[in-house]
């Protein structure tokens, strides 16, 4: 099982979408976005807020001791992912990396379960963007 909270990581991404619901929750339903949401209490609603303020980005929160930064590679959640959202979230979040001096941060392999791309399309684009502080996983 996927350790949310593993302190081996500076910060942990979630892949997500830019739909809010009307009570001001972002839609996590699915997915890994299902397993934060279901581990952290609250966050569909502290994400939520930020997306509906600030548009569909990356974000980074500290919930209960962990950095957690959403990754958009969907504008609805009904669609496929988007690989041009999916290339901004890589440069949005090493903006975030060199911010915040992360050196490690997990990132699930984007847009490649639910959002029916493949790694054979999606690796190559992000591996133009992030460098080795970011460990994307399958």
Same mark, same amino acid.
């Given at each position: 099982?996927?350790?949310?909270? !593993?302190?081996? #990581? ?14 001001? &929750? ?9 397993? #934060?949401?279901?581990? #952290?209490?609250?966050?569909? &609603? ?15 929160? /500290? ?7 959403? #990754? ?6 009904? !669609?496929?992912? !988007? ?34 791309? /493949?790694?054979? %399309? ?12 970011? %460990?994307?996983?399958?």
């Amino acid at each position: 099982m996927l350790n949310l909270k !593993d302190p081996s #990581f500076d910060a942990t991404c979630f892949t997500s979408n830019g739909m809010v619901t009307g009570d001001g &929750r972002l839609v996590m339903g699915a997915g890994i976005a299902k397993i #934060f949401r279901d581990t #952290f209490p609250g966050i569909d &609603r502290i994400f939520g807020g930020l997306v509906k303020e600030h548009g569909n980005r990356c974000f980074m929160v /500290t919930i209960e001791g962990v950095n957690i930064i959403n #990754f958009p590679t969907k504008h609805d959640w009904r !669609d496929d992912s !988007d690989l041009a959202l999916i290339e901004n979230s890589c440069r949005q979040l090493m903006e975030l990396v060199h911010a915040h001096d992360l050196k490690k941060v997990r990132l699930p392999r984007p847009g490649c379960s639910l959002g029916r791309l /493949t790694w054979e %399309v999606v690796g190559p684009t992000i591996a133009r963007v992030l460098d080795g502080r970011v %460990v994307v996983a399958a």
